[in-house]
Structure formats: structure tokens, C-alpha cells
């Protein structure tokens, strides 16, 4: 399967825990974003980056997040501190030219 | 800034039959993109439909086909011939600039198909 491929699908963690997810884009596709999509709710813009560099981050990404890309292929997504409004999907999304590609999401349950 | 209204509640239609989804937009950029996407249960979001600010033609992708209403700023979504697999979440977006340099997407909240045998 060459798409859009993030791990893990599914997290239940408790409250103050760190998470990390993993997406792998695919592959030759020089950007990848990030969205949390809360129940009953579109995605909603997390950041973005083009290679390694991040170019934009939401104001919705507070200092409890963080994103990473370091060889400009895949990235991960870290949440410290966890809280329950943090219960959300994440999805990682990857492009070269325009149209999306997204992946299956991680699903965070924080307890 | 940016905004996409998706208000229909839960929508039904027969199978077979054709429905429409309603989005309406707002923007103050001259060029932008409107985009489909479904979501099954499965949560994977499936790229259905694109249509440019600037496209004169309504865009079409088998049996989805958008309604693009500029004056009015709406792109509906219709699809024909509806079967049991379009049963899902199906979501509005909107592109800053519609140049594929930067492909953020701005998201409605979402409308519910299902589809009845």
C-alpha cells in the first residue's frame, strides 16, 4: 500500500501522559499537514511542512505540541501533558502538487 | 478569514436516487478552490471533487458532480445514482489560494448520508 500510513490507529492513555504518533506520507510528496478532527467536527489545521521545515503552525497547536519532520519524509506529532481535550483524530495528510492525500488517523482517547 | 457552513442535518435518500449536499462559503480571496471529501466509519477522508474559483464549467467525477453557484458562494455537492457504500460523513473545504503551492484546507463540520435499500 503506498498511501498515507499513521501509527498508531488507536491510543488510550491517561491524563498527563506523553503520546507521539507517526505519519508516513507518501513517498516523493514534499508537504504534509497535520488536522484534529473532534467529534461532529471538520478537520481543523494543525500545521504544515514543506521538507523538513515547518512552515505554519495553528494557534490551535499549543507548547504541549509538537511536530517534527527531520529527513523531509515521515513525521510524528508529540502530545506531553496530555489532557482530556486533547481526545481527538489526528490526521496526517501529504501533496506535490495540490490535492490532499490523507491517511486513516490516529484516534486519542485520554482517560 | 475563511468559512465553510455545511448546516443540512442528517440527510437520507433511497438508494439509487440522487441527493444533494449543501455548502455555502465565505472568502475575500479573489481565487480559491472548493473541495468534497467522504469520510467512511473507517475515517480515512476520500478526496471526491475539486472546483476552481476560475473553472467555468461545474466540475464533474462520475456520479459526483458540484453545483457551483459563485454569486451565491455555494457548492453543492450531488450525487447520482446513490448506493450503500455513500453512506458516510461528507465534508466541505476550502483553499486559500488556488495555486497548489499550499494545499491548507479549511473544513465544514460535516453532513451525514445514509442510504436506504
Known amino acids: 500500500d503506498t498511501g498515507v500510513s499513521q501509527d498508531p490507529r488507536h491510543k488510550i492513555t491517561k491524563r498527563g501522559q506523553n503520546v507521539t504518533f507517526r505519519c508516513d506520507p507518501i513517498s516523493e510528496h514534499n508537504r504534509l499537514y497535520w488536522y484534529r478532527q473532534t467529534l461532529g467536527q471538520g478537520p481543523e489545521f494543525l500545521t504544515y511542512f514543506q521538507n523538513e521545515a515547518q512552515l505554519e503552525k495553528s494557534r490551535l497547536l499549543s507548547d504541549r505540541f509538537s511536530a517534527e519532520r527531520p529527513k523531509g519524509s515521515f513525521s510524528t506529532l508529540e502530545i506531553q501533558r496530555t489532557e482530556q481535550g486533547d481526545s481527538a483524530m489526528y490526521l496526517c495528510?501529504?501533496?506535490?502538487?495540490?490535492?490532499?492525500?490523507f491517511g486513516e488517523g490516529s484516534r486519542l482517547t485520554v482517560l | 478569514a475563511q468559512k465553510i457552513t455545511q448546516t443540512q442535518p442528517g440527510m437520507f435518500v433511497q438508494e439509487k436516487e440522487a441527493v444533494t449536499l449543501d455548502c455555502t462559503y465565505d472568502?475575500?480571496?479573489?481565487?480559491?478552490?472548493l473541495f468534497w471529501y467522504k469520510q467512511p466509519s473507517s475515517g480515512e477522508m476520500i478526496f471526491l471533487i475539486y472546483q476552481g474559483s476560475y473553472d467555468q464549467q461545474n466540475a464533474t467525477e462520475g456520479r459526483y458532480s458540484l453545483n457551483f453557484q459563485k454569486a451565491r458562494k455555494s457548492a453543492n455537492l450531488v450525487i447520482s445514482a446513490s448506493q450503500l457504500g455513500d453512506s458516510a460523513m461528507y465534508f466541505c473545504a476550502m483553499r486559500e489560494v488556488d495555486t497548489g503551492a499550499n494545499s491548507k484546507l479549511t473544513f465544514g463540520k460535516g453532513i451525514t448520508l445514509s442510504v436506504r435499500p
Open positions: 495528510a501529504s501533496s506535490f502538487r495540490g490535492e490532499l492525500f
Open positions: 472568502t475575500s480571496d479573489p481565487s480559491y478552490g
